[in-house]
């Protein structure tokens, strides 16, 4: 992701500012002050969800979608802008997201993007790659075969692909093979012709929320135990009386299928409760590997609540 400008080329780039953290890192209110703070100060902001499970409708407990207490008034972008049952893919999201903040800029206000899903991010900053649509016979043939046969058939057909991908790497193993199959070219060769990104025409100011992994981990499981309490399990039921294609996003968001569980009888409230927080964990660590090695170094990690928030606004507004 480069967003490198010489000083008098960014000077008059619009402005973006970015705040991206694991789930539970603090980041919705951290974007909510520092829009109050922009607008005290004269200058109008409005906030763009980046987050892949808060784009649902159908997810405003389970997502932690900020409420409309919590938003203070702060208009708030693309937060439960899809209904369920069309998936929102990372280019489908960009192309809103884009056309978001051209929206933000033409009526002079601060664009504030914040979430942590990174596929999300580097789309819009960097594109995407022109992968024509993939043939759908192809695709049925790839995804009917076993991980293990549809890698070894990759290893055949993309080695070099095949040599950065685990081997039970299901999804990506298929992404990999049906691409070269279906268009002749290996995945490699598609990404190198990213297009749609717009970090060479914006102002960037990034902020990378990293908390210390214990206290994460605590806000992690109280939160989890809060959406229970707040209407999970209903949201739930509601989802599932849609039904809906079980491969869907929405369908394997974090605390569906725990909940659905319990719905079903195949574990106690406890247990639910127990397997969400814990899947909860396990995505805002994979969330703290991407974000600690993924975007470039230059933009600033900061352990949250360590930090004065007064501080952390005003790096935000330097834009």
Known sequence: ?????????????????????????????????????????????????????????????????????EMRGVPHRLFGAWDGAEACSAADWAAAARAEIAAAHAAGALPILVGGTG????????????????DPAVRAEVRALPVAEAYAALQREDPERA?????NDAARVARALEVIRSTGRPLAEWQEER????????????????????????????????????GAVPEVE???ARKLDPDLPVM????????????????????????????????AK??????????????????LQNSPPDTLIEALLRV
């Open 1 to 69: 992701m480069s967003t490198d400008h010489s000083p008098n080329k960014a000077a008059e780039l619009p402005p973006l500012a970015l705040i991206a953290g694991p789930t539970a890192s603090g980041k919705s209110d951290l974007a909510v002050r520092t829009a109050l703070a922009a607008e005290a100060a004269g200058r109008r902001a409005v906030v763009i969800n980046a987050d892949s499970a808060q784009v649902y409708a159908d997810l405003a407990v389970l997502s932690a979608r900020p409420t409309a207490d």
């Open 238 to 240: 509601a989802l599932l």
């Open 163 to 167: 040599a950065v991908l685990g081997s």
């Open 119 to 134: 596929l999300y991010i580097r789309t819009l900053l960097d594109g995407i790659a022109p992968v024509p649509a993939i």
């Open 286 to 303: 994979r969330q703290y590997t991407w974000l600690r090695h993924q975007p470039p170094p230059a933009w600033p990690r900061i352990t």
């Open 252 to 283: 394997r968001a974090i605390g569906v299928p725990e909940v659905t569980d319990f719905l079903a009888g195949r574990c106690t409230e406890v247990e639910a409760v127990a397997a969400g927080s814990q899947a909860t964990r396990r995505y």
């Open 195 to 230: 297009t749609g990104g717009i970090g060479h025409a914006i102002r960037l100011r990034p902020l990378v929320l990293m908390p210390e992994r214990a206290w994460l981990y605590e806000r992690c499981d109280r939160r989890f135990a809060q959406m229970w309490q707040s």
